[in-house]
């Protein structure tokens, strides 16, 4: 199984990942998130992440009455070591999507200060070219924050990688846009420069530092996708990019596992043992 996943179905994930998480709810981008703490009620009172509930063994009966099956659950305690068994008792009762955050709170707390510090001078329009300026409004994106996301949790970069705007795409790198951002799924601007098929796209981002093999909320990267839906160019770019062939899914999938073509079983022919 893969590190990062254990039989009862709850994920481990590093503290910058659970802040995303969390800022994606903020933002309406993720509709559901139920955020518990489970240090000491001393410790929840001194300092607490915003939205958090306490969580004790006495009410845990009554957190599952109040949290839908369906709704995404992140957890933290100290360091990182108590939360797993709090998330393996949701997982166990069936939650779909459960995590424990590495770390605990001090980190977490510090991962969601860099994102503050990091948006201190968010990038805007205003200087950008007609058609960078033609296209935020068209798409209903804010002019002065191009790091905000809209519908689906998708910010311009993501939507310029999706249309195939090449163009678009390199204007708001130049501009200075985040790179690490991430969409309803759990997708980066890779996946969807992927799912347009350009390689220009694709090798700017990677270019610009986004993260090759960011797992999405089911566990798959861009590389599995490019593998399951037969688009062998692409899956050889990635491969050719550094793109890790060896991260399975949260079902313990590899991309070899996924291919949809011959041609994508041979370029991962190495992984298959």
């Not at 009455?65 to 393996?88: D, E, F, H, M």
Request: with cysteine.
């Amino acid at each position: 199984m893969n590190d990062h996943a254990t039989a009862s179905r709850h994920r481990c994930i590093p503290a910058d990942q659970a802040a995303d998480l969390l800022l994606r709810h903020r933002s309406g981008a993720l509709a559901s998130l139920a955020l518990f703490d489970t240090r000491d009620r001393a410790s929840f009172e001194r300092a607490h992440i915003a939205g958090a509930q306490h969580l004790t063994e006495a009410g845990f009966g009554a957190a599952m009455q109040t949290v839908g099956r369906a709704t995404p659950v992140l957890i933290y305690c100290y360091r990182g070591n108590a939360s797993k068994t709090w998330a393996g008792m949701f997982a166990d009762f069936r939650y779909a999507e459960v995590y424990s955050v590495d770390g605990g709170h001090d980190a977490l707390a510090a991962a969601l200060e860099r994102r503050a510090s990091a948006s201190a001078g968010q990038p805007s329009s205003a200087g950008g070219s007609a058609a960078l300026q033609a296209f935020v409004a068209e798409q209903g994106f804010d002019a002065t924050d191009l790091d905000a996301p809209r519908e689906h949790g998708l910010t311009p970069l993501m939507r310029a990688a999706l249309s195939g705007r090449a163009d678009l795409v390199s204007e708001l790198l130049a501009l200075g846009v985040a790179v690490d951002r991430r969409n309803g799924d759990g997708n980066n601007a890779l996946w969807l420069g992927c799912v347009s098929g350009q390689a220009v796209i694709v090798r700017a981002l990677v270019a610009a530092g986004i993260d090759l093999d960011n797992r999405n909320d089911t566990g798959a990267t861009a590389l599995m996708y490019t593998a399951s839906s037969g688009k062998h160019d692409m899956l050889a770019l990635l491969l050719e990019c550094g793109a890790d062939p060896m991260i399975r899914t949260d079902d313990d999938y590899l991309a070899a596992d996924l291919a949809a073509t011959a041609e994508c079983l041979r370029l991962l022919r190495h992984t298959v043992r």
